[in-house]
């Protein structure tokens, strides 16, 4: 038998070239599995990529659950339990905490009440807060964050949440007072500081978001703020605050 | 002859490797490799926290848009986030909070539904929790914020969100990379919640350098302390 190699001048055949090539190549399902296998790599990595690039509402996935989820009640956790559903409890009616007993008037209520003078809105701050530049940058921090939105941070009532409200003609809103004007600066300090725990009107009561020291704070930054701008005009009859309308 | 040229090879190779099986050793090794190095690159890539847990975005009882509350009217997100700066829970705001202004604003919005059902019958609102770390990982928010950490740094631009995703991985390898070296996070405390302070602009510092001045200000721990892992783990 003489194969290809032996043969010193091979006559390149049509029949002798097609063998040849049979041999030196693998079988073409051979060749397809393996662009096919190739290929199917990509298809991972594209739905990793998928998974990176896009939003899921889905939570993550946990392949090691130990201890992650714990059988405790974490803060604001529901809870199936209790008739409300949370694992918080509420403290049971008529108790307190230790030391939230609220006894000092002056520094919780701001005014004192008796039965002959009825309420009397405190005029100082408490003896508690001393008036000093960290209890000032204290309340301006504090006013940023919770009245500003309305009143402003000039304090004349065109923050943001104010202007968004009027801009929607919300018919219940009730436009944020301008704290500059001379009625509020003959305010008590009491009376600013009650106004923040209870609510004005349709101001809402800060009470809950806003600690008492914060809301000394705020009174202190505000009289500061007070003493430095210059005095409003006083609210006269409802005026139209956005350019009326004209119908057409 | 032609003919009999042909019965007679193919006999023959049939007891033959084919030429191309010379390529089999060297092309079997190459998939190998390709295999060993593509199955590790899968795992990683695929159980990476990047992956799994970054762009969580839940569906909400309410589609609240911290994009209009903390962008567009610019609210603080201690307006709502009360207990950020002395509790370790950034409490999600009672229903109360949000009548704060949706009691007069949008008040007859069907949206705003579940919230005014919530607020006349009393039972809370079950919003979703987007960042939830493990119950072993004892975070402390009140810790991070009161150390000059920005909410931005690990929450990311939540006053872009229309609905709240996670912005980092918060794995524990992501926590270390900042507890090594905290310099590069800090930030004055006023700062903290604002989305879109730049130390260079604000200060003319560059982040490092601030934050290492503001890191002994402020008594940030040290780093063996804030690598240990009782600090994370009780």
């Known amino acids: 038998m003489t194969t290809y190699q032996d043969e010193r001048l091979p006559v390149p055949t049509p029949w002798r070239l097609i063998r040849e090539l049979k041999l030196r190549r693998p079988p073409w399902w051979m060749v397809l599995a393996l662009i096919v296998a190739v290929i199917g790599t990509w298809i991972p990595l594209a739905l990793i990529y998928q998974a990176r690039s896009k939003d899921s509402q889905l939570p993550r996935v946990h392949f090691f659950h130990d201890m992650d989820k714990q059988a405790k009640f974490t803060a604001q956790a529901a809870h199936p339990w209790f008739e409300d559903g949370r694992a918080m409890r509420q403290p049971i009616e008529g108790t307190l905490a230790r030391g939230h007993l609220h006894h000092d008037a002056h520094f919780y209520d701001g005014y004192t009440q008796d039965a002959t003078e009825g309420i009397q809105f405190v005029t100082a701050l408490p003896q508690q807060v001393a008036v000093d530049a960290t209890l000032i940058a204290r309340g301006h921090d504090r006013f940023q964050i919770y009245c500003a939105l309305c009143h402003g941070a000039s304090g004349t009532g065109d923050g943001l949440v104010n202007q968004r409200a009027l801009e929607l003609k919300e018919a219940k809103w009730v436009p944020a007072t301008n704290l500059m004007t001379q009625e509020i600066r003959d305010r008590a300090a009491g009376q600013l500081f009650q106004a923040i725990r209870d609510g004005v009107r349709n101001m809402p009561s800060y009470g809950a978001q806003i600690t008492p020291h914060d809301r000394w704070a705020i009174v202190a930054y505000l009289r500061e703020l007070q003493s430095t701008s210059p005095v409003a005009p006083p609210i006269t009859a409802p005026t139209a605050t956005a350019p009326a309308a004209t119908p057409p | ?234």
């Open chain 2, 1 to 234: 002859m032609a003919e009999s040229d042909e019965s007679e090879t193919d006999e023959s190779a049939r007891f033959m490797f084919p030429r191309w099986a010379n390529y089999l050793f060297p092309a079997a090794l190459i998939v190998a490799i390709g295999v060993l190095t593509y199955l590790p690159l899968l795992l990683t890539l695929g159980l990476s926290p990047e992956t799994r847990a970054v762009g969580y975005r839940p569906a909400q009882p309410i589609p609240f848009s911290h994009a209009v509350h903390a962008g567009k009217l610019k609210m603080d997100c201690r307006y709502c986030h009360t207990t950020v700066e002395h509790a370790a829970f950034a409490a999600i705001p009672p229903t109360q909070t949000c009548l704060n202004c949706h009691a007069s604003i949008k008040s007859e919005s069907p949206a705003l539904e579940p919230m005014r059902t919530s607020f006349e019958k009393g039972t809370p609102l079950s919003w979703i929790k987007v960042h939830d770390l493990p119950d072993f990982v004892y975070f402390n928010h009140s810790a991070h914020v009161n150390k000059g950490v920005a909410c931005v740094t690990c929450h990311g631009q939540v006053n872009e969100m229309e609905e709240v995703r996670q912005d980092q991985p918060l794995s524990m390898a992501w926590c270390l990379e900042c507890h090594r070296s905290p310099e590069k996070n800090l930030r004055p405390r006023d700062q903290v919640t604002n989305m879109s302070w730049d130390a260079l602009a604000a200060t003319g510092k560059s982040p490092l350098e601030l934050g290492t001045e503001l890191a002994a200000q402020y008594h940030v721990q040290s780093q063996p302390f804030m690598t240990s892992c009782s600090t994370c783990h009780r």
